[in-house]
């Protein structure tokens, strides 16, 4: 069948907007209260969860503080306000592993009803005293093992993007989408200055047509998200602002075709032009990002998304809405390249 990518392409975007929609993210600790707790002396946290089941457990809670992988602090009772809601009472040792005055702890709550979830440097303890070479052993008591699991199919549940972790199967496809259509756009562009083939030219205009698109699509998505875990729509993040500038570099390429009447000299001009571009692309948006602090992950030592940050549940929808955008994208770029084709038979019929 002729046109079975383009079947495919619809089915890949309607699956990853269905799927991507309608599985839940795991259960999750959203927050804890207070931020602070005294060395030596006993206190309370309040935590709060995201999708969780506290009040259905067949089996009791376990809720530890931990320094690190051989360092846990167990908590020493632990009462069930509601489905969401904890409170779990710390004996916090008078010392603390390392040499540093104030050391952060991440929370690990673990429940038959949810499995185990953590909230990264939820706690923050400062320890004053000077004999550091001393060091509690209830620190080793009660480790964190024999971890529940649910089996049930979830997304990652992260407590900074909540919700929004969904936005990856948007905001990440169109770029990946975009390099595939604009690196093929350059290289129509190069076969169209070897053979002056107008239909080159054309192809080669479609192809950058969507993948400025894209691009846009891309940085929208993009500054929504940041509004919601940076705080602000547009933070100029060395990423954000290298991207703006690749796509500012494209639209001028538009600027630059409208700019000739003389329609072989608007071709070769303009796909030399859509050469150089995309050659910007790998220092604007992979090269020069990496070289400063950046609040993107995979740029300024900010690691990507890997682990438990994208599982294989996020990847069975990632995967599939890179080549639906991809094939989508081709789609619209041929139906371009013939309106194109069209324009150039009425011109010369007139």
């Keep these: ?25 795991k259960p999750g600790v959203y927050s804890a209260s207070p931020f602070t707790l005294e060395a030596g002396k006993k206190g309370e946290v309040t935590i709060y969860g995201y999708n969780t089941n506290y009040t259905k457990v067949k089996t009791p809670i376990r809720v530890w503080l931990t320094q690190d992988d051989a360092n846990a602090l ?6 069930v306000v509601s489905d969401n809601q904890l409170i779990a009472t710390f004996s916090m040792p008078t010392y603390y592993p390392g040499n540093s005055e104030a050391t952060s702890l991440s929370l690990w709550v673990d429940s038959d009803a949810d499995g185990a979830a953590t909230l990264p440097d939820a706690i923050s303890v400062t320890d004053n005293h000077p004999a550091k070479d001393v060091v509690d052993n209830v620190w080793t008591q009660q480790p964190v093992d024999n971890l ?23 905001h990440v496809p169109f770029w990946f989408a975009m390099m595939l259509i604009l690196l093929s756009s350059m290289i129509f562009s190069w076969r169209y200055l070897q053979t002056l083939d107008i239909r080159h030219d054309h192809t080669a205009v479609a192809l950058t047509q969507v993948g400025v698109l894209y691009g846009i699509l891309g940085l929208i998505t993009g500054s929504i998200w940041a509004r919601y875990t940076w705080g602000d729509w547009w933070n100029f993040d060395i990423k954000q602002n290298m991207s ?55 740029n300024g030592g900010n690691p990507g998304f890997g682990g438990d940050d994208l599982d294989s549940t996020m990847r069975m929808v990632l995967y599939p809405a890179v080549f639906g955008w991809l094939f989508l994208g081709l789609w619209m770029a041929q139906l371009l390249k013939r309106m194109a084709a069209l324009r150039d038979k009425l011109y010369f019929e007139e």
């Design 74 to 79: 167990a908590a020493e009772s632990i009462k």
């Design 148 to 170: 529940s699991y649910t089996g049930k199919m979830t997304f990652p549940y992260r407590a900074m993007l909540g919700e929004t972790v969904r936005n990856t199967y948007y």
């Design 244 to 298: 703006a500038i690749a796509m500012l570099i494209y639209l001028a390429f538009f600027v630059l075709r409208s700019s000739f009447d003389d329609e072989e000299k608007k071709a070769r001009i303009s796909n030399v032009y859509n050469i150089f571009a995309f050659s910007t692309l790998i220092p604007l948006l992979f090269v020069i990002p990496r070289l400063y602090d950046s609040l993107h992950p995979g």
């Design 1 to 25: 069948m002729k046109n079975w990518w383009k079947i495919l392409g619809v089915i890949l975007l309607l699956y990853s907007f269905t799927v991507g929609m309608l599985i839940p993210l």
